[in-house]
């Protein structure tokens, strides 16, 4: 039993380090949403939906150019977007007969693959 | 699920503990696949499964698992079986081959290409809903 427990961790590692290089290295960028990042100087030319009355209420009365504050917006590093839709359930079925014995470490992280992908994706994976 | 001569699988609402111990558990016997406890999972759930099989192929019940499988893809049960090469069972694994609606893959050098295998056909199904 003890052993299994490492080995647990030793495949979930494994498996969970093969999911997030694949991610990485899949990533590209899209068109994204931007998140505000910090408060800066809002000039009177800038578009008026940009001025932020509560901060710039934080630094005081309100005087244009002097206390009025803008937040900077960036994109977000690699794009977020909703995904909506039916996610699959995921059943998954690993023969640990006699004759795997040789391959069941890399068949056990190929498992671990499939369940994490589903468990990641928001999906309750079944064994 | 686990499968050898007997199976071990967690239900629906196992902890996640315990279904990442049964991934790890090794039992080293015969192959007999478990038909009937797939069925039993998929009837309990709603809606169709991503069921994903890694064998060797070597079943001793194939006559029985393989209308079984036939018949819960038609319901549209989506089945992937990564198919790994070295069992000596030539017969068995033409007849899962030649099975319709069964996506196979094979897989000739486990340590080189499984992990890849498998993540390309999860990611085709979860990708867009991984965070």
Known sequence: MNEILWKRYWFKARAQRAIIEYLAESRRRRPVWSVM?????????DEIEDLDVETSLDEGPLIPEVTTLK??????????????????????????????????NEAAVAAFIAYL????SGETPRL | MTFSTGFISADWEAPEELKELILSM???EFTVFPSHEIQRLTSENFGPCFIVIITDGGWQNI????????KISNLGHE???????????ADRIEYIKRTPRLK??????????????VLSETMKTYRPFLT
């Open chain 1, 37 to 45: 990042r910090y408060p800066d100087e809002w000039y009177i030319e």
């Open chain 1, 71 to 104: 937040w900077i917006k960036e994109p977000t590093p690699y794009g977020q977007s909703f995904s909506s839709g039916f996610v699959p359930s995921t059943i998954t079925v690993l023969d640990v007969s006699s004759s795997m014995h040789e391959v069941h």
């Open chain 1, 117 to 120: 992908s589903a468990r990641r």
């Open chain 2, 26 to 28: 090794s039992f080293d």
């Open chain 2, 63 to 70: 006559e029985e698992a393989i209308p079984f499988l036939t």
């Open chain 2, 79 to 89: 089945i992937v079986i990564f198919l790994i090469k070295g069992g000596e069972y």
């Open chain 2, 104 to 117: 196979i893959r094979n897989v000739v050098n486990p340590e080189a290409d499984l992990h890849g295998l």
